[in-house]
């Protein structure tokens, strides 16, 4: 039986859209919820959390990996093992993007190095490269210290354990965009990862480990104003995979109206 009091979640990458969703629809499910991002502020939180801001907010920088090691103690410290991590890892920022016809401005991941020049992959620098990569494998830390900061304590054992990386379809295609290179190698990273701990952890410990992609009605990226408007639709799902028993499928793919979305099962 779950205890509710007991239930933690730590949203990493929390921000205005999806992660401030996500927060919601876990304190409404009795969960003490921790948000990290680089501010550790609430500052993204709608106005009328601000006014009694119910979540415990933490700094943490996926790309510097002392930062996670704290981030995690302070967690545990105020709000007990933790038995849910959401790795939202991305903030978003405004952009012009061009992707060959098209000009899109919108918002996306502040993680994502774009090329100076956007058709030319390699006029990027390779610190940029670098520094945003380090996102992708930023989710083999986190995952390794929320495995020992909550996952496998005895307060969990009957409660549900999940970790949860916020996807996209760019890791199943091998072409990427020059514009969205950086996003793909990271969540190309993360996929992979996912991938091998669903079946590690997933299968012998009930850990279950799940790559959650926003699709369109026909399996493809959604349009940027699709998107702008799936942050509710990205927390229900998160909740529907929480609760599941046991590890599904973990390349799971869903659409706006939070429908899973059928497709052949990723290895």
């Known amino acids: 039986m779950v205890t509710q009091s007991n239930l933690v979640a730590f949203i990493i990458g929390a921000g205005s859209h999806i992660g401030a969703a996500a927060a919601a629809q ?16 609430p500052e993204y939180l709608p106005e009328h959390d601000k006014v009694e801001d119910p979540y415990f907010h933490v700094k943490i920088d996926v790309s510097r990996r002392e930062t ?8 545990v410290a105020q709000l007990g093992p933790i038995n849910v991590v959401i790795y939202n890892g991305l903030s978003l920022k405004l952009a012009i993007l ?13 993680s994502l190095a774009v090329p100076p020049i956007q058709s030319d992959i390699l006029s990027l620098s390779v610190n940029d490269y670098y520094d945003s990569i380090s996102v992708g494998l930023g989710v083999f830390a986190v995952a390794k210290k929320a495995l020992t900061s909550g ?20 890791p199943f295609t ?27 952890y997933g299968l012998t410990e009930n850990i279950k480990f799940y790559f ?8 493809t990226s959604p ?45």
């Open 26 to 41: 876990l304190h409404a499910n009795g969960y003490k919820v921790a948000l990290g991002n680089r501010s550790a502020g």
């Open 212 to 219: 959650a992609t926003l699709v369109s009605s026909e399996g």
């Open 174 to 200: 091998q072409y990427t965009p020059a514009t969205f290179f950086t996003l793909g190698s990271q969540k190309a990273v993360a996929a992979r990862f996912i991938a091998t701990a669903a079946r590690t």
């Open 68 to 75: 996670i090691d704290c981030a995690f103690d302070d967690v």
């Open 98 to 110: 061009y992707c060959g016809d098209l000009i899109w401005s919108v918002k996306i991941a502040a």
């Open 223 to 267: 349009s940027p104003e699709e998107f702008e408007k799936s942050a509710s639709a990205h927390a229900r799902v998160f909740m529907e995979l929480i609760k599941s028993e046991k590890q599904e499928q973990w390349d799971h793919r869903f659409t706006i109206d939070s429908k899973t979305f059928p497709h052949l099962p990723s290895q």
């Open 151 to 170: 996952f496998r304590d005895s307060l969990h054992r009957t409660n549900p354990k999940t970790f949860i990386v916020t996807g996209n379809i760019l």
